[in-house]
């Protein structure tokens, strides 16, 4: 087996892209380990090399193979499209977030996520919540686990006017207005405190907790939902009261 500064040599010939008669061979004996081979197509090689390692069996078909192909920004496009389809979740998420890949590869790989997220095991779920991108996450916002919710809301990558959008969405879970209340992220946030009491599922008990931070126009707010519980309106309009006692 190629090796040291031998197999380093092979490599900067690969990227290079020179001698494509030596090609082959070079495949065959990076193929030889599997994990090398993955390595070796972590680096900017010659994109005609990617390709020909994407056409070539037994690597062709090999799911490891194929993910680190798709993320590998020198691969052909069209090469990457065709692959992405066959990847584990995970490889998904990866190129999905990786800003180097084709934005049509990036997009494809979201919408392959979003297919299978109903066939992912829990754990898969969880795990996913915690890196997904904006438009898987927001499909799992509405997951019914309360720990896929978790690492949902704790993703760097969800952003406020999001979140808001999704808790006022008139069939939103239970278990996400629970999980947004008790987030250390978002239970600071005023536009999420305001739309969990503005949210008639919201369970009361969660809501009058909310309530006496919100400034007075708002407390208007929910004295005038008519769709919001009459002890939550009763108690903003005691809020109210507390803060303009009569002379």
Known sequence: MVDGADGEALLGRLAEGSNPAEWPAALAELGRDLGRLVGALRRPLAPAFLELVAGTRPWADDRRVAGVLVQN??????????LVASLYWRDLAGAALNPFVASTVRLRAEGLLAEQLGELRLGDRIALARLATPPVLRLLLGDADPRVLAGALLNPRLQEPQLVTALRFENAA?????????????????????????????????ALSLLTGLVEADLRRVIRGTALPALLRAAAQRAMESRNPRR
């Open 73 to 82: 920004p020198r691969t052909p496009v069209h090469v990457a499209q065709r």
């Open 174 to 206: 239970r278990a996400l207005l629970e999980a947004a209340a008790a987030s250390p992220r978002w239970r600071g946030s005023y536009a999420v405190r305001l739309e969990l009491v503005l949210q008639r599922r919201t369970p009361l008990p969660v």
